[in-house]
């Protein structure tokens, strides 16, 4: 299997004043193509600094990432909007829908940022949308729908690029625990399909959704666990 | 991209309908006050300049003038007697800019026809007289060379006065009485004016006109006349007329600093004038520059909000494959946005308050086209301008902050 992401001895220390936060220390770990893999850890581990970082939001401070072969940590600003626009689906806690556009709008929002094929942006949104079995939605907007749905609408905004790696921080967080659920049965539907799939919770129940379990403690590597 | 950025700039623009209006509000006013003035400007100095141009053609009136006495010292006499009717010559003579010198003696009376009496000014003058005011018979005729030479006692009224004293009938051929200082005169009446209206001795159509020799020799039997009116021989050759009669009256009159007369020229007029209307203009436009500025403060100041307001949209944008330069154009268009659609309403504005002004002052409405570019050109750059600093905040926002901003 090929190898999408590396991660070589990773280091990320927050400065706040006189005060250090280290808030992620040598942490090294591959992923390969069609994996689905969590990182857990107690609130304040350093998952999301983690994520920030595999999804190009943010440099490290040290060590390495590679992701497609290419060391993210050399790349500019503009470059990194560009890894991230092509090759990562991220997927919030929080949604993060802009509140104003219909669904298809935010859909299509990766695809206005992409230089390439916009003349079926509109086919390609109503295709993911379609997917996560909202393509007779199109028209709402976030606020006419439910949560889940929000959700949903959200893992089509991440697959509608076909990213290298859907990128998913707490995306049960705010979601009941049944809604949850049906969320996960779709991530691990999408794993089925062939996507590589990582997966950041503070929760032993959804992580185990995932073949492969980072644990993460304080800023280290605490346990990497294959799941059978 | 650019197209991008418009679509997603009125979008949000079009979520937020009255904030962005209110938000408008100083270009609105700002662009619209650009135009009116301007058009109120141009219109009215139009009027005017086509007024004052109706007095006359180049007149040039010298009246005399009562020097100030010293402290303790009986004022010396008037100039008055000295305006002599023989300087007329002299004076054509002297100014060559000067092609006609028209003297005029004014008085009061009393004019009477059967029972209406009315108080009028009387002018002693000549043929020349109505052409130099641009000043033209209604009806009849006007005073001739004959009148003048025979001394005839004929009157021509203007329009307003003609119709005091005989409302509806016609006046030619008809008798007045004059009163003037005790004795009683009788006028046949030869013609009458056309309405004219102000001009630089006072209200024409209020007036009755005499043969200058009547009025000097019958009427007041005096050799001096009120005033000269000069009329120069060309719109350019205005100035240097007004200096030679200076010079000519200051020797004249033995008056170096010449106090005794005083002369003023419809280009003097025009300059007062055109000088006010310049001050209004610069004090206008600067209201309306001030109130553009406070307008691009008040799309910076909204600009900001709506940059704090939207920083997880930027962070979500931006996460999504959003770069800088994508935001900062959207934010730059929607500023623009703002101020160029405040720019239209403006436009909008200001002409119907143009409209409505030049309805109220009487005077043709002109909107100068380069007043329109110029207004909303600099609503664009005042978009841009004040635009640009809250686009580069959010074009520089860091993803991870933005996305964490509650
Ligand atoms: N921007 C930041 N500035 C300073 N410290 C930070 C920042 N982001 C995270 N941290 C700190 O880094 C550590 C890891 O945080 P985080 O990655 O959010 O953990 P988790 O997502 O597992 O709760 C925490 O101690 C947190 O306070
Ligand atoms: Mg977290």
């Known amino acids: 299997m090929s190898k999408i992401m590396k991660i070589e001895n990773l280091e990320k220390t927050y400065h706040l004043g ?41 440099y490290p401070t040290g060590g390495k990432y590679f992701l497609s072969g290419q060391d993210v940590s050399k790349l500019n600003d503009n470059q990194l909007a560009l890894f991230r626009n092509q090759k990562i689906g991220f997927v919030f806690q929080q949604f993060n829908l802009l509140p104003r556009a219909t669904i298809l709008r935010n859909v299509e929002l990766p695809l206005t940022y992409s230089k390439t094929n916009s003349g079926n942006k509109k086919e390609r949104a109503v295709e993911a949308l379609e997917k996560v079995g909202l393509g007779d939605r199109l028209k709402h907007k976030p606020n006419e729908i439910s949560g889940g749905e929000k959700q949903r609408v959200a893992v089509a905004r991440a697959l509608v690029n076909h990213p290298s790696i859907i990128l998913a921080d707490e995306p049960t967080g705010n979601l009941d625990s049944k809604t949850g659920q049906d969320i996960m049965k779709m991530i691990d539907r999408l794993y089925d399909e062939g996507n590589t799939i990582i997966l950041v919770t503070h929760e032993a129940e959804i992580a185990r959704y995932a073949r492969r379990v980072i644990h993460l403690k304080d800023g280290l590597i605490d346990r990497d666990e294959v799941i059978a | 991209m650019i197209l991008q950025s418009i679509k997603i700039a009125l979008e949000s623009l079009w979520a937020n309908k009255i904030r962005s209006f209110l938000s408008m509000l100083g270009i609105i006013i700002g662009v619209g006050a650009v135009i009116a003035i301007v058009s109120v400007g141009t219109g009215s100095t139009q009027q005017v300049t086509s007024r004052i141009a109706n007095l006359g053609s180049n007149m040039i009136t010298v009246y005399p003038r009562t020097p100030k006495g010293q402290w303790g010292e009986v004022s010396s006499a008037s100039s008055q007697d000295k305006f002599s009717l023989e300087s007329t010559d002299y004076m054509e003579k002297f100014c060559p800019s000067v092609i006609k010198v028209i003297p005029v003696k004014q008085v009061s009376g009393r004019l009477i026809s059967d029972d209406i009496n009315v108080n009028a000014t009387i002018l002693g003058t000549n043929i020349d007289y109505a052409e130099v005011n641009n000043y033209e018979v209604g009806m009849g005729n006007f005073i001739s060379e004959n009148d003048h030479r025979e001394r005839r006692q004929v009157m021509v009224l203007g329009s307003q006065l003609a119709e005091d004293l005989f409302e509806d009938d016609n006046p030619i051929g008809k008798k007045i009485k004059v009163n003037y200082e005790g004795q009683v005169y009788m006028f046949d009446v030869i013609g009458v004016m056309k309405e004219k209206g102000g001009s630089i001795g006072g209200n024409l159509d209020d007036q009755a006109y005499i043969p200058l020799s009547v009025a000097m020799d019958k009427l007041t039997n005096s050799d001096y006349v009120t005033s000269y009116i000069a009329q120069a021989a060309s719109s350019e050759k205005a100035s240097t007329a007004v200096n030679e009669l200076e010079n000519f009256m200051v020797k004249f009159l033995d008056d170096e600093d010449q106090e005794q007369f005083r002369i003023i020229s419809q280009d003097e007029i025009l300059d007062t004038v055109s000088s006010v209307t310049g001050t209004m203009s610069i004090m206008l436009g600067g209201i309306a520059a001030i109130s553009l500025l ?29 770069r800088n330069a994508h935001i900062l154009f959207q934010f730059l268009m929607e500023s623009l946005n703002l101020s160029s659609f405040g720019g239209i309403l403006g436009i909008g504005f200001g002409w119907t308050a143009a409209y409505f002004l030049s309805q109220y002052g009487d005077w043709p409405m002109v909107i100068a086209p380069l007043s329109i570019g110029l207004a909303f050109g600099f609503a664009l750059f005042i978009g841009i301008f004040f635009g640009l600093y809250p686009a580069m905040k959010a074009a520089k926002m860091n993803p991870v902050d933005a996305l964490r901003y509650e």
């Open chain 1, 18 to 58: 006189k005060v250090k936060v280290e808030a992620l220390r040598d942490i090294s770990f591959e992923v390969n193509t069609g994996e689905f893999v969590s990182i857990m850890g107690p609130s304040g581990s350093g998952k999301s600094t983690l994520m920030h970082i595999i999804g190009c939001l943010d």
């Open chain 2, 294 to 322: 406070v307008g691009g403060i008040g799309i910076m100041n909204i600009m900001l909000v709506s940059v704090t307001e939207r920083t997880r949209e930027i962070g979500v944008r931006k996460a999504l494959g959003a």
